[in-house]
């Protein structure tokens, strides 16, 4: 198709790739993957609870317009921490060095093109590794998605500390707002790996040929 003939879809790919990449970077940092509610009188003092995959925040109602928030970080050394956060961080990680490693291999790949260095197989070269790599690192944040649904699911509990003052098991728990945005993200990054593989260099483009020397 023409349009995959056309170096300015890759640049619209290295868009999405970016927009993707800024958005797993994001969902990182928010707290809202799982909410935990916390209605009964075993936890007066915290009746909400959101869970992260580097931190936990707690919400203390103030008064009828405000909240008083509470967040406690995660570290590797955190016993407490369950498989499934764990795993989840690591797939975020990767995700993260794979979106970004993505993004060199793409740039590199049109500075060859917008430069006229149309060497065919080691420019397509380069945007097949990106758009592979891409791909991987959406499945990843897909993975942590999923992860965590099924944790909401069967409504697992993590053994926070007790200065947290948070109990083993809320009394019904959630999905939270950070979840869309890593499902966009996931989105975002396979459908510019999709694209950047489906890359052809022009027909009419000149390739500079191999001279052997005799």
């Not at 928030?69 to 498989?83: A, F, G, I, Q, V």
């Not at 993505?102 to 260095?117: E, F, S, W």
């Not at 197989?121 to 380069?126: E, V």
């Not at 593989?197 to 027909?203: A, D, M, V």
Request: with cysteine.
């Amino acid at each position: 198709m023409a349009m995959f003939e056309n170096a300015n879809c890759q640049a619209a790919s290295f868009a999405l790739n970016t927009l993707g990449w800024m958005f797993s970077m994001t969902c990182m940092g928010l707290a809202e993957w799982r909410v935990w509610y916390m209605e009964s009188s075993s936890a007066p003092s915290r009746s909400l609870a959101c869970i992260g995959m580097w931190r936990v925040c707690t919400y203390q109602p103030a008064n009828l317009h405000s909240r008083k928030k509470e967040c406690h970080r995660y570290t590797y050394s955190d016993t407490y921490l369950p498989l499934d956060i764990r795993i989840a961080q690591n797939l975020l990680l990767a995700a993260s060095l794979l979106g970004l490693l993505g993004k060199v291999l793409m740039v590199t790949g049109l500075q060859r093109v917008y430069a006229g260095q149309l060497q065919k197989d080691t420019t397509c070269n380069l945007f097949f590794a990106s758009g592979v790599v891409s791909i991987i690192a959406g499945a990843f944040i897909l993975i942590a998605v999923m992860w965590n649904h099924q944790s909401v699911v069967n409504e697992e509990g993590i053994r926070f500390p007790p200065s947290f003052h948070i109990p083993f098991r809320p009394d019904r728990q959630e999905t939270g707002s950070t979840v869309p945005v890593a499902v966009l993200a996931a989105f975002l990054m396979m459908l510019s790996g999709l694209l950047t593989i489906s890359f052809q260099l022009p027909s009419d483009s000149q390739v500079h040929p191999e001279v052997s020397k005799v």
